[in-house]
Structures are given as C-alpha cells and as structure tokens.
C-alpha cells in the first residue's frame, strides 16, 4: 500500500502550518503576561500601597484585556510573517511529491528531496485544514485536506496507524 501525491503548499496552508506549529507560544506567552503582571500589581497594591482587595476588581479584567491585544497582535505578526516568508521562498511555492509507504516518507521537489524513515517519524495529528506528520514538535509533512479525497485519506490513515501505532492521533471517519 502507497500514498503518492503532487501538490503545491498554497500560502493559507503555509499561514495555518506555522500557526499550528506556534500555538504553544501564542497561549503561553499571554498566560506569562497576565501572571507576571498580577504577582506586580499584587505587590504594589498589597506590598507599598495596601490599597485593598477592591483595588483587583478595576486592575483584573486590565490586565486580562491587554493579555489578549498582546495575544491578538502577535498572532497577526506571526501571520503576516508566514506570508512574507512564503512569499519570499520559491521552494514553498513549487510543486512537489509526497509518498508515503512501507519505508517512510519520500518529498521531492525543485528545492530538492528527502526520505525519512518510520523510526525518525514522531507522531502524526490531524487538524480541521491538514494532516501532520511530525518528525520534531516545529518540523513536519503537511498534507492539506482539501487535496484528498476520502480513499486517499484512508490510505494515509491506514499507513500511520500501521507504522505508528499510539503515536498516530489521527481520527478515522
């Protein structure tokens, strides 16, 4: 059993890819954010000022709501970031082979071409757009839904879930 497809990564895979690839960094860093900020305001208002706790009532949903316009605009940085990179790089935008098979998995392209083995695969997940199969947390094959149709999502289904076992979180429909 084999996988082969030719496609072309389009610029909104691309933008999605890297945004998936980033979540952890877009939660955590507005986490960080309001943490540090509220133990500061903790300390001033408890520590030099003792303004009461009626202070956290106004200082709270402040803090909260500079958390997510910090989130927001960092998630629009990183966008307009993946495009100008996309745009910028000729071996995104080229055509190339992905083929999955008892060996591993083989990409080639005008860029060049790379053969990994199932031992170097991590794990493979499946989002709404696109599948991933990772060979590091910021590093995989994207394979975009919409370019499959439901026997070839089968095969891959079946190639990782053989090849992979637990590590394939990878829903069959």
């Known amino acids: 059993m084999e996988f082969r497809k030719t496609y072309t990564l389009s610029e909104k895979d691309y933008v999605l890819y890297n945004r998936y690839t980033h979540l952890?960094?877009?939660v955590v860093m507005p986490l960080?954010?309001?943490?540090?900020?509220?133990?500061?305001?903790?300390?001033?208002?408890?520590?030099?000022?003792?303004?009461?706790?009626?202070?956290?009532?106004?200082?709270?949903?402040l803090v909260v709501s500079f958390a997510v316009g910090i989130s927001l605009a960092n998630a629009a940085m990183m966008n307009s970031q993946a495009r100008r990179r996309y745009q910028a790089s000729a071996a995104l935008k080229s055509a190339f082979e992905l083929v999955i098979d008892r060996k591993g998995i083989r990409e080639s392209g005008?860029?060049?071409?790379?053969?990994?083995?199932?031992?170097?695969?991590a794990f493979a997940k499946e989002t709404r757009h696109a599948i991933y199969i990772h060979l590091a947390p910021r590093r995989a094959f994207v394979i975009p839904k919409a370019?499959?149709?439901?026997?070839?999502?089968?095969?891959?289904?079946?190639?990782?879930?053989k090849h992979l076992g637990r590590s394939c979180r990878i829903r069959k429909r």
């Open 110 to 121: 005008e860029a060049g071409s790379s053969t990994v083995e199932w031992a170097r695969v």
């Open 32 to 61: 960080l954010f309001v943490a540090l900020i509220m133990a500061l305001c903790l300390f001033m208002i408890f520590g030099v000022h003792a303004a009461g706790p009626d202070t956290l009532y106004y200082i709270v949903p």
């Open 147 to 161: 370019l499959l149709n439901p026997k070839e999502t089968d095969i891959i289904y079946q190639l990782l879930k």
């Open 24 to 26: 952890r960094t877009l």
